[in-house]
């Protein structure tokens, strides 16, 4: 007889009642902290129906867009985004995402006073702070954030700030918050320049590659509910490109590269 076991954080994700806890501030939308039944693991929650209307993104699809995230990271199989699902809630459809704790004692993406680039660090601009004192933005020079660097180029993600990095204790890092991503223009804004020029490892090759055989079967499948035709051409245009120039890139002209405040 097989013994029941306890459901698991992906189960619970997808069935457990969504208890709320309260808002996240300071937040553009409606994001709930939540809880997967009563005492049970937490969760974030965006219902559509909380989203801002932005400028450049059609209304009412930021939450598509954060699980199309999370369908490009397994596709990827390198997990920068966490468990993630589109459904029902207290404030109608909407997203939810495991919560994952981080350690406030790593800071993968910092702002240092103005001096020597720490070893294992890697220097991205100099700037003023609010109190015109001069600082540095650096961030660590990681395999897992080189992972979601490129991973940022793929669903050409417009706010890669410093908070939206998860430093989890055992070293991973996690990306939240990609409901704006997927634009069909080239719309790049993040604080992982770091790497900009370095060639692609063989395993990040490797994982783009899988991602270019999906997106001509499954994950096309998966990401056809969630994104225009447009937007994924354009997804497979910019895997492309990546892979052909076999390198992170530089930072274009044209758009703000960088987004300020960068935390
Ligand atoms: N899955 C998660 N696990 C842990 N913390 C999270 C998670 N998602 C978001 N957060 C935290 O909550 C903050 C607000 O969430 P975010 O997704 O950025 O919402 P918004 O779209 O409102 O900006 C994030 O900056 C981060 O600190
Ligand atoms: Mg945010």
């Known amino acids: 007889m097989?013994?029941?076991t306890a459901p698991d954080g992906l189960d619970l994700?997808?069935?457990a009642e969504l208890v709320l806890v309260g808002r996240v501030m300071p937040a553009s939308n409606h994001?709930?902290?939540?809880?997967?039944?009563?005492?049970?693991p937490r969760a974030i929650y965006k219902p559509v129906s909380g989203e801002r209307p932005l400028w450049d993104f059609p209304e009412g699809t930021l939450a598509a867009r954060e699980y199309a995230a999370r369908v490009v990271s397994e596709a990827l199989g390198w997990n920068v985004v966490p468990?993630?699902?589109?459904r029902e809630g207290p404030a109608g459809p909407g997203m939810v995402q495991l919560w994952c704790e981080p350690d406030p004692g790593q800071d993968p993406v910092d702002l240092l006073p103005e001096g020597p680039v720490p070893a294992g660090t890697l220097h991205v601009l100099d700037a003023y702070d609010e109190r015109d004192r001069p600082v540095m933005l650096v961030h660590e020079d990681s395999a897992a954030l080189r992972r979601m660097a490129l991973f940022d180029v793929?669903?050409?993600n417009t706010d890669r700030k410093g908070g939206h990095v998860l430093a989890m204790p055992d070293g991973h890092r996690y990306g939240v918050d990609h409901g704006v991503c997927f634009h069909v223009e080239d719309k790049l804004r993040t604080?992982?320049?770091g790497f900009h020029g370095e060639p692609l490892a063989d395993d990040e090759r490797a994982g783009l590659e899988v991602l270019a055989q999906g997106l001509g079967d499954g994950v096309l499948a998966e990401l056809t509910p969630l994104l225009t035709r447009a937007e994924i051409t354009a997804t497979?245009?910019?895997?492309?490109?990546?892979?052909s120039a076999g390198?992170?890139?530089?930072p274009g002209p044209g758009w703000p590269s960088l987004p300020w405040p960068a935390f």
């Open 2 to 4: 097989s013994t029941p």
């Open 13 to 15: 994700l997808a069935s």
């Open 31 to 40: 994001t709930w902290l939540c809880t997967l039944g009563e005492g049970g």
């Open 83 to 86: 468990p993630t699902l589109l």
């Open 154 to 156: 793929v669903v050409n």
């Open 191 to 193: 604080v992982l320049w």
């Open 236 to 243: 497979c245009r910019r895997l492309d490109r990546l892979l």
């Open 247 to 250: 390198r992170f890139p530089q």
